[in-house]
């Protein structure tokens, strides 16, 4: 169905990356993802879960008629319901796919299903058709596959590949398998079904024990030619096979893989820290390809190679999947076109000539704090924007904090809440501490602080910082960002970011979950 020398890379950072707990994106943001992912070229945008909820649905929506050159694709459970809304959520897109799914462990088919296998295949064949309605391109995948029986497999592969479906997906759900193990189930599935030549085989691996990047790798060595996988490998539990690892394995060795991808790897970065931004899931420092020490080099045995020769130590160049060396040398005396010209280089798009003005106001702020301002400012300066248009029931007007040796530290504040200012006062372990317990005599949000992270975007003291912090509510999980050069407004914007995501409703529906 393809040709060998194609991996196609099939994107679910909008789907089951927002399963992360408390990554989940508003229609906006999904929009904003999935127009960077366009621009890398991914072949396919798995939008979202359109039963789940209006919210997804109105996403996947919007992301099929915004995006013209990948494919949009919309999940469903292998029930008539799931399809019907998928295929009316991607009936506007320029080219779709619906990707149903049932479990066929035996384990799932037992204990979460509660149906025989033959029922289990009737339901599997009967969805297909029921896709082909809607689009020629169906995707189906066997639930938990690292776990079923490999017979059963064989069966339900080949029957749906007969009722109509192009792509066949073989998720390891649970991240069970291991590379060999997983690549010769690919490898056998491929040898044994007799069909197995009209469709296109693919893998959906999970990270529980850190080899989901392996087994795909292993599964494209064994004939797989979709991989499915997320930005910075984001993802429910451990994550998902990451993207940008998956890419950039295949295209650096090339003297073992007879096939690559089509992206445009220069957009990884950018891709990358837009997602962080957005989901409020920082990248570590050492995570390969996207980590702020990919290409850093502190040894000096290693300092030394590199300065003679590259390839010393660097098996990719950093250019390659969008790290930059450039700074933008603009100050307070700067235009809006010049700083317009240098986002449009970094990938960012402003959807309206007031973001644009806003974003402008606060580079002029910024220009006032730094001396140096670089792209990775800019970058952070933009999803902080963005984060303010989220949800404004509570927004920060004022905070003055007094940290002294010897004395507790006390935070004075005044918020606007739902167009009402209000003042508080309170003290604290430290300046941070007291700033929140004064939103909180205001606010009484009832939650619970799980994570408070701080890391510099770039170096210098006068570097800003940026802070995630993780709120627990009612078994909800919301993550906020806040970023600013005065560390505790930084942690303050945080806070208040994750607070109005609280105060947004969410309706959201497992798609793992229902009568199936």
């Not at 950039?248 to 445009?264: G, I, N, P, S």
């Not at 970058?379 to 984060?387: E, F, G, I, Y």
Request: overall charge negative.
């Amino acid at each position: 169905m393809s040709s060998d020398g194609k991996l196609i890379i099939f994107d679910t950072t909008l789907r089951d990356g927002e399963q992360s707990p408390g990554a989940s994106m508003t229609r906006d943001e999904k929009v904003r993802i999935a127009k960077a992912l366009e621009r890398m070229k991914v072949d396919i945008i798995e939008a979202g879960f359109p039963i789940a909820s209006v919210g997804d649905f109105e996403s996947v929506q919007a992301v099929a008629e915004a995006v013209k050159d990948s494919t949009v694709c919309g999940l469903a459970r292998a029930l008539e319901k799931d399809i019907n809304r998928a295929g009316e959520a991607l009936k506007n897109a320029n080219s779709s796919r619906i990707h149903t799914f049932i479990a066929t462990s035996p384990i799932h088919m037992k204990m979460k299903l509660r149906m025989e296998p033959d029922m289990v295949l009737e339901q599997a064949i009967a969805a297909v058709k029921m896709a082909r309605k809607f689009t020629d391109n169906v995707e189906f995948s066997p639930e938990d596959a690292g776990r079923s029986e490999t017979d059963f497999l064989c069966r339900i592969i080949e029957a749906v590949i007969d009722a109509g479906a192009t792509t066949i997906n073989i998720p390891d759900t649970v991240g069970y398998n291991l590379p060999n193990q997983f690549g010769d189930l690919i490898a056998t599935l491929i040898n044994r079904i007799p069909n197995s030549d009209k469709a296109v085989f693919s893998v959906h691996c999970h990270n529980d024990l850190g080899l989901a990047v392996a087994n795909s790798l292993s599964a494209v060595l064994n004939g797989a030619r979709q991989v499915e996988c997320t930005i910075n490998g984001l993802g429910e539990r451990a994550g998902n096979a990451s993207l940008e690892e998956v890419v950039m394995a295949v295209r650096t060795r090339q003297d073992l893989f007879t096939c690559d991808t089509e992206l445009d790897t220069t957009q990884i970065v950018p891709c990358s820290r837009l997602v962080s931004g957005i989901t409020g899931f920082p990248v570590q420092p050492n995570k390969a390809i996207v980590g702020a020490n990919a290409f850093a080099h502190e040894s000096g045995i290693h300092q030394d190679g590199v300065l003679k020769s590259r390839e010393t130590y660097e098996i990719m160049r950093a250019q390659d999947v969008g790290w930059s060396e450039n700074r933008i040398v603009l100050g307070k005396h700067s235009g809006r076109n010049a700083l317009k010209t240098r986002l449009e280089d970094l990938g960012i798009e402003m959807s309206s000539e007031e973001e644009l003005n806003e974003t402008f106001a606060r580079f002029k702020d910024l220009a006032d704090k730094k001396h140096e301002i670089f792209d990775e400012d800019l970058q952070a300066l933009v999803a902080d924007t963005n984060k303010m248009a989220i949800n404004e029931y509570v927004k920060l007007v004022s905070l003055k904090v007094c940290s002294e040796t010897g004395e507790i530290p006390e935070a004075e504040i005044v918020i606007n809440l739902n167009g009402e200012e209000c003042s508080a006062t309170a003290q604290g372990s430290g300046p941070v501490d007291a700033a929140y317990k004064a939103i909180e005599q205001v606010v009484s949000s009832n939650t619970e602080l799980q994570l408070y992270s701080v890391n510099n975007i770039t170096s210098g003291t006068d570097s800003q910082g940026e802070v995630t912090v993780r709120l627990s509510h009612d078994g909800r999980i919301v993550h906020g960002q806040g970023a600013d050069t005065d560390i505790v407004i930084a942690s303050t914007k945080a806070y208040i970011n994750a607070l109005n995501k609280v105060m947004l409703p969410e309706e959201r529906e497992h798609p793992q979950l229902g009568d199936v």
